[in-house]
């Protein structure tokens, strides 16, 4: 059985496609993994602060131009992000509208809690569906302790927010660091203020190179 000639003709397009991916694939993936290297650049962390909790056991590093609280004092701090609830907030840290400045980022903060509360141990690593938490069915190492993530969003007001909860069970408690990233609507600024698109990647990258800092001392 013959071939046609555009047939042919065809097949020969295939092959030179499938021979220039060949070559350069390995160029193409090298370049992605360069792009995300120069988004997420690993911070000098011998300008960030030190900060220890001896009662809590925990110590991280933070940058010097962030804002670290000790946590709220009494049995219902807000030790997560979906309200009052049975727990202890060991700290926050809170990022101003400085760090990305003339954008549209409204602030950001980081939270620690813990609760030996039996419904909140039970609770711990279940999406709250009753927030709109989605388990990402993604997880990563912190202090040497393995989070379960979890994600949720809200809009109002023209505004954004972003919520990513990473918890665990340590100890017989529930362990979590939460962070929220708050920023307007773009559309809303008006083109003589000059105001930019807020850069997320460097924003969750220096937030998150906090928590690759975090050491558990007991």
């Known amino acids: 059985m013959q071939i046609k000639s ?11 496609l499938l021979l220039v991916l060949i070559a350069f694939g390995g160029s193409i993936k090298s370049s992605l993994f360069s792009r995300t290297e120069e988004l997420t650049p690993t911070p000098d962390y011998s300008t960030w602060r ?11 590093k933070y940058p010097a131009t962030f804002a670290l609280k000790p946590g709220q ?12 609830s049975n727990g202890i907030e060991i700290f926050s840290v809170e990022i101003l509208r400085s760090f990305q400045s003339r954008t549209n980022f409204g602030g950001a903060s980081l939270r ?14 279940r999406p709250q569906r009753s927030f709109d938490y989605v388990n990402a069915y993604s997880q990563r190492s912190i202090g040497g302790v393995v989070f ?17 909860s990473y918890r665990a069970l340590r100890n ?8 929220v990233i708050n920023h307007g609507d773009i559309q809303n600024y008006p083109a003589e203020s000059k105001i930019k698109e807020y850069n997320p990647s460097a924003l969750v990258g220096t937030i998150e190179s906090i928590l690759d800092t975090v050491q558990f001392l007991k």
Not at 6 to 16: L, P, S
Not at 50 to 60: A, D, H
Not at 148 to 164: I, L
Not at 172 to 179: A, H, I, Q, R, S
Request: aromatic share 12%.
């Open 148 to 164: 379960k993530k979890f994600m949720r969003s809200e809009v109002g007001a023209g505004n954004y927010y972003d919520f990513t």
């Open 50 to 60: 030190n900060y220890t909790n001896e009662k809590s056991g925990v110590s991280l």
């Open 172 to 179: 017989g408690e529930c362990n979590v660091f939460e962070y």
């Open 112 to 125: 620690m809690g813990s609760s030996n509360n039996q419904i909140e141990v039970n609770e711990c690593l």
């Open 6 to 16: 555009h047939q042919k003709e065809v097949i020969a397009i295939w092959v030179i």
């Open 73 to 84: 004092i009494g049995p219902k701090a807000e030790w997560t992000l979906r309200g009052l």
